[in-house]
């Protein structure tokens, strides 16, 4: 029987199959670690003595709860509290204590988790991967099966580096054609998920796929899988190419030897020609244009030419009631108080270059406050040595110190209740970016437009300037 | 070693809150996520539905009304838990007293760590769903064994469950006691195993 992506991936790392009474043990290949979401599961391992199986298997790095600003005069970091700062110091210590690799401050494999992950050369085609976190998912853009876990079962990998799964339904999300010029991967996972509906993938895990897909970058693939958690898709995968091949020599520093020796295994997971899945949608990528998101659930995108649509039921009526927008505005040129460009979704080198190239002899207009928080320390090092930093900073927008920042507002970067936020991560639920704080998800473009304008704005009216080289 | 109660039957009234994609920001917002524990949180569950922004409660909010804090049961629009995957939301809805969840469709992450945490997310058809929405002031019962909801004159809702989680929920097992017991399997399995 033709087998998709994902039972490949799924039939290689089952220990014991599922039977009517039981789910099945899946053996997980990597489990990343951040401070949020383990601290709870080392305690029951330290109450009950259970040693960490397989530390080789598990890396942690600090991101959520971290500071973007920079350090002190004497080189202290400001945490936002206190708490915050014991939350970064326990995982330290608990990594200490079970032998697991950290990623700290003045490490170069630092950084938001799903940024730094794909960097540092742990993820690979055909993998298990999870993490307490949901936009896990990212790592589906290698061909490896990511998805998101509770504490709980951070707990069990750290435990055993199995976990009770049942296996999720299938479903394939096709792309035909060519995404237009001017728009970019974020703008075509804001449209699947319009298309689906928040909660159209609940249940699936999806398989990205289509000539669209084909053509996305490893930056763009991720991206897209991301987000799958927004459609309520535990995990997202695309077949690994040599576009993958080629990142991860590139990017992550795989040897051409062990590519070679693995090629044809990671080619080879891509589905069959006739697997069936249990749910499809299509796409056509010709038909699609820049953005964003007028309500408070990710599934809200519109383009940016469309009107701000009539509330169909009492929770539409309440999100535009909550953002402030009438039925029928526009939604290009409303006023825009902040812009974040940063987050695991759009965090990458790429999409800071994107974001550059509109800023670069331009200003962020009077009134903007504009954040750039680059994914990893990698992808820090990389923009300043393309001059991106001070791209940022002569256009007036701040250039921090990587994290998760203003894409959940826990480490103190946050909007001011009632201000408009432009972003570029994932999520636009009421109050996500501050209490009273307003999101609209776009594009590191749209978002780089946005600043510049003021207002929301469409980034294909924001030609590249070509400086001369002096300036 | 067992970490939950076993899950009996449930008489109460619930709480009804009728938002569709009830995310986990709202259940439990991003910046209380600082700690290292996991009791105590019913403080911070909906806080910003609960609070104003000097801290002061609003007292017409649904979780701030003395049936919302003597019921166990939360009854909810579509897509509940839908969002983050912060295992902090069932240890809130836990915290402050919940042990069943009703509502057309859960989250899947949200619904994996809401069984891990005593707390039994129940799918409901429209019809079961309206009927709730009709009758705020009824009590109803939750029967795991029997997988039941009884309600109104006699009445019975039957609900799935997964067999493997309704086992866990009545004997008060734990899933970690469960994969241990296949460390001969998993050590095999790592013996074949190039990954």
């Known amino acids: 029987m033709p087998r998709s992506l994902v039972d490949k991936v799924w039939d290689a790392h089952v220990v014991t ?3 009517s009474e039981t789910p099945a043990v899946l053996f997980i290949d990597l489990q990343l670690v951040h401070e949020v979401t383990s601290p709870q599961a080392f305690t029951v391992l330290n109450e009950r003595g259970i040693k960490v199986r397989c530390p080789e298997r598990v890396f942690a790095t600090i991101d959520h709860a971290t500071p973007t ?159 799958s958690i927004e459609l309520g898709a535990r995990a997202g995968l695309i077949a ?81 009631n909550y953002m402030g927008f009438s039925a029928g505005d526009a939604i290009v040129g409303q006023k825009v108080s902040v812009v974040f460009i940063g987050s695991c979704t759009n965090g990458r080198f790429e999409d800071l270059q994107a974001a550059a190239s509109i800023l670069r002899g331009r200003r962020v207009a009077d009134g903007v406050r504009m954040l ?55 999520r636009n639920f009421m109050g996500r970016q501050g209490p009273g704080a307003r999101t609209v998800l776009a594009s590191p473009a749209t978002a780089a437009a946005s600043a510049v304008a003021g207002e929301i704005a469409d980034p294909r009216e924001y030609a590249p300037i070509q400086l001369e080289e002096s300036a | 070693m067992s970490t939950l109660d076993p899950f009996e ?32 949180m019913k403080k911070f569950l909906f806080y910003d539905w609960r609070y104003r922004d000097d801290g002061s409660e609003i007292e017409k909010c649904v979780f701030n009304t003395p049936r919302a804090k003597r019921s166990q049961i939360l009854v909810s629009g579509a897509n509940f838990g839908c969002g983050s995957s912060r295992e902090h939301a069932p240890w809130a809805l836990a915290d402050y007293g919940f042990r069943v969840i ?46 039941q909801v009884r309600y109104g004159d006699g009445w019975a809702y039957c609900f799935d469950v997964d067999p493997f989680a309704r086992r866990r929920m009545l004997d008060g097992m734990d899933e970690m006691d469960f994969l241990l017991s296949k460390s001969t399997e998993i050590a095999d399995f790592e013996a074949k195993y190039v990954g």
């Open chain 1, 17 to 19: 199959p599922a039977t």
């Open chain 1, 69 to 227: 600003i920079p350090v002190d005069q004497n080189g202290e970091h400001i945490y936002y509290t206190d708490e915050a700062r014991n939350q970064v110091q326990t995982l330290e210590k608990n990594c200490a204590e079970h032998g697991i690799e950290f990623f700290g401050w003045g490490n170069k494999n630092r950084g938001v988790v799903h940024v730094a992950g794909p960097e540092n050369g742990r993820v690979k085609p055909g993998m298990t991967i999870v993490c307490g976190d949901s936009h896990t998912a990212t790592h589906g853009a290698f061909g490896a099966l990511a998805f998101g876990i509770g504490t709980t079962e951070v707990g069990h990998v750290l435990a055993t580096q199995c976990l009770l799964q049942q296996k999720a339904k299938s479903m394939a999300v096709t792309v035909n054609g060519r995404l237009p010029e001017g728009v970019s991967a974020k703008d075509l996972i804001l449209a699947i998920i319009a298309e689906a509906g928040v909660d159209g993938g609940t249940g699936h895990i999806i398989e990205y796929r289509g000539e669209a897909i084909e053509a996305l970058s490893m930056e763009g693939r991720m991206t897209v899988c991301n987000m």
């Open chain 1, 240 to 320: 690994p190419d040599e576009t993958t091949l080629t990142w991860l020599k590139k990017h992550a520093g795989l040897s051409e030897q062990e590519i070679s020796e693995n090629r044809d295994a990671w080619l080879g997971l891509a589905s069959d020609e006739g697997a069936k899945f249990d749910k499809e949608i299509v796409i056509d990528a010709a038909s699609l244009s820049p953005m964003v998101t007028w309500g408070t659930t990710p599934a809200t995108g519109i383009k940016l030419g469309q009107k701000l649509p009539s509330a169909s039921d009492t929770d539409d009526a309440k999100a535009l």
């Open chain 1, 372 to 426: 750039v928080v680059p994914g990893s320390d990698n992808t820090k090092a990389e923009a300043e040595a393309a001059g991106l930093d001070k791209v940022f900073s002569q256009a007036g927008a701040e250039w921090r110190e990587p994290g998760c920042s203003m894409c959940l507002a826990m480490n103190g970067d946050m909007a001011r209740p009632g201000e408009l936020v432009v972003s570029t991560s994932n």
């Open chain 2, 9 to 40: 039957i449930i008489y109460s009234d619930f709480v009804l809150v009728e938002e569709e994609n009830i995310d986990t920001d709202q259940i439990l917002p991003g910046r209380f996520l600082t700690t290292t524990e996991r009791a105590g």
């Open chain 2, 102 to 147: 009703l509502a057309p469709e859960f989250a899947d992450i949200f619904k994996n760590n809401a069984l891990k945490n005593g707390i039994l997310p129940i799918e409901i058809d429209s019809t079961f769903y309206n009927w709730l929405k009709d009758h705020p002031a009824a009590r109803i019962s939750v029967d795991l064994k029997a997988k």
